[in-house]
């Protein structure tokens, strides 16, 4: 019986603070779909731009991007053990990011891709999130739950798109979280400073709590949260901002699962790696019925495994997007799903 040959698919991630390169490779023959079975995430290199209290400032974050390019794609082949001949396809975020971050990522695969005249796939940021945590799960058919800096939506797919259910009316959840750290000067000033201030908290403040229908507003949150008394204990407020806008997000979603009937819940995105958010799930699910799936971390946050996954799985499917060009604006439900 003939043994099958390895592909090898290089992915590139460069659509905010983080830049990364990995390689994924799979033995599945072309005529079916790979899977986790088959396939192997070979390496993941992720270079992160540091948190700062200043937030990030585009133009710092494209030279930090183009300084570590090179380094991270040999990094990347190195640790797969393979040389870049022996690629099959170069996928990279096509969007939805920022503009400056998005070309250093889109230059490098374009390069690569003519050098090496094999394909160049361009990979939705969003799609990209949920494709590899429900490869990585074994996920069939989930109620999916997005939460990143700038993005909270929950969403599930009806035929070849993703239906948007629900989402933030204003910011995302990630970003609110990084703003509350912020403005209380945490170290470090984002989601993981709060997250360890929040597990010494005790009382549970009274903050502003919107959902509407499915949709959710974390608006006039940090408003109350400024206004309130000077003394008022630092790890109550963290504790008070996450459980108020984590259980607006496990409600909405709840709502939602009772509309869709989905037998799967997944949580990805940046903030997926929350424990407090992973533990509302695992009850809710667990009274719904519902398979609660999440994948390991280093895939929950911005990485260049699940663009690599999501190249892999395009690849496959033969569903190449016509503009290979960046855009910052991208959303779910406009990606056709082929897969
Ligand atoms: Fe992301």
Sequence with gaps: MSKNVPKYVLGIESTAHTLGVAVVETLCPSNRLPSIADSKIKSNVI?????????????????????EIAPALAKALQEAGISAKQLSAVAFSQGPGIGHCLHI?????????????IPL??????????????????AKDPLVVYVSGGNTQIFARENCFYHVYGETMDVGIG????????SLRLEPPDAIG?????????????????????????????????????NTSEEDICFSAQETVLSMLVEATERCLCHTNNKEVLL??????????????????????ARFCVAEGQYNGDNAAMIAVTGMLMHYSKAIPESEMPE?????ETQKILW
């Design 268 to 289: 990805c995105g940046g903030n997926a790696r929350n424990d407090r958010l992973q533990e509302m799930y695992s009850l809710m699910c667990a009274e719904h019925g």
């Design 105 to 117: 990522g889109y230059v490098a695969a374009k390069t690569l891709a003519l050098e090496l005249g």
């Design 194 to 230: 709060l997250m360890r201030l929040a597990k010494s908290g005790k009382k549970l403040l009274d903050l502003p709590y919107s959902i509407k229908g499915m949709n959710l507003s974390f608006s006039g949150i940090l408003t109350a949260i400024e206004r309130l008394p000077k």
């Design 121 to 138: 796939i361009p990979v939705n940021h969003a799609i990209a999130h949920v494709e590899v945590a429900r490869f990585l799960t074994s």
């Design 47 to 67: 270079c992160k731009y540091p948190s700062t209290t200043e937030g990030y400032i585009p133009r710092k974050l494209a030279e930090h991007h183009s300084r």
């Design 175 to 182: 970003n609110f979280i990084d703003s509350v750290a912020r």
């Design 328 to 332: 910052q604006k991208m959303r779910v």
